[in-house]
T-cell receptor
Framework: DTEVTQTPKHLVMGMTNKKSLKCEQH?????MYWYKQKAKKPPELMFV???????INESVPSRFSPECPNSSLLNLHLHALQPEDSALYLC????????????????FGQGTRLTVV | RKEVEQDPGPFNVPEGATVAFNCTYS??????FFWYRQDCRKEPKLLMS???SGNEDGRFTAQLNRASQYISLLIRDSKLSDSATYLC??????????FGSGTKLNVKP
């Protein structure tokens, strides 16, 4: 099973709302990621969790708050977002550790298409 | 300097053509290398990992030249369904995946 599941698929929220994006994988991967993708641009890394601990925060504004409750789940809590935060939010997972060879790739969920109004 | 650089295209080719994409990466400490395919409004999907020895999967051949810090993807006998954006991805620093800007391919009938 090489599946990463994200919910919801679509989300419209107001600038004063609080919402959460959810991501789940059952591949035994211990690295999980949040990416943001704007139209016609490549994905931009936001956060990386390794062994359920936050290892990379790419200077993301505090209105985005990640959480990794266990090795299978990753959440992204949203609060007081701006219209420019509207984008496709992608979750991914992979094995921990860099080396060349099979098993090092990242698998992406289908994404949550977020619109902030 | 960008971590990963790709020609954005678009590459417009007829069905049956052979097309090649190139990608360069800036950091020699990069550890693993991939090509992903992304269809419009969909998530990136792994096309193939790229190994130093080169690897082939059906109509797709990927090569890595660590000395030149260069990665390539060759698609033979292009199909209409190959139309997509192809993303070159490099991993270093233990789980930091860097994406190129993507190369758009349009295969025409």
């Amino acid at each position: 099973d090489t599946e990463v599941t994200q919910t919801p698929k679509h989300l419209v929220m107001g600038m004063t709302n609080k919402k959460s994006l959810k991501c789940e994988q059952h591949m035994g991967h211990r690295a999980m990621y949040w990416y943001k993708q704007k139209a016609k641009k490549p994905p931009e890394l936001m956060f990386v969790y390794s062994y359920e601990k936050l290892s990379i925060n790419e200077s993301v504004p505090s209105r985005f708050s990640p959480e990794c409750p266990n090795s299978s789940l990753l959440n992204l809590h949203l609060h007081a977002l701006q219209p420019e935060d509207s984008a496709l939010y992608l979750c991914a997972s992979s094995q921990v550790g860099g080396r060349e060879g099979p098993g090092t790739e990242a698998f992406f969920g289908q994404g949550t298409r977020l619109t902030v109004v | 300097r960008k971590e990963v650089e790709q020609d954005p295209g678009p590459f417009n080719v007829p069905e049956g053509a052979t097309v090649a994409f190139n990608c360069t990466y800036s950091n020699s400490a990069s550890q693993s290398f991939f090509w992903y395919r992304q269809d419009c409004r969909k998530e990136p999907k792994l096309l193939m990992s790229v190994y130093s020895s080169g690897n082939e999967d059906g109509r797709f051949t990927a090569q890595l030249n660590r000395a030149s810090q260069y990665i390539s993807l060759l698609i033979r006998d292009s199909k209409l369904s190959d139309s997509a954006t192809y993303l070159c991805v490099v991993n270093r620093n233990f789980n930091k995946f860097y994406f190129g800007s993507g190369t758009k391919l349009n295969v025409k009938p």
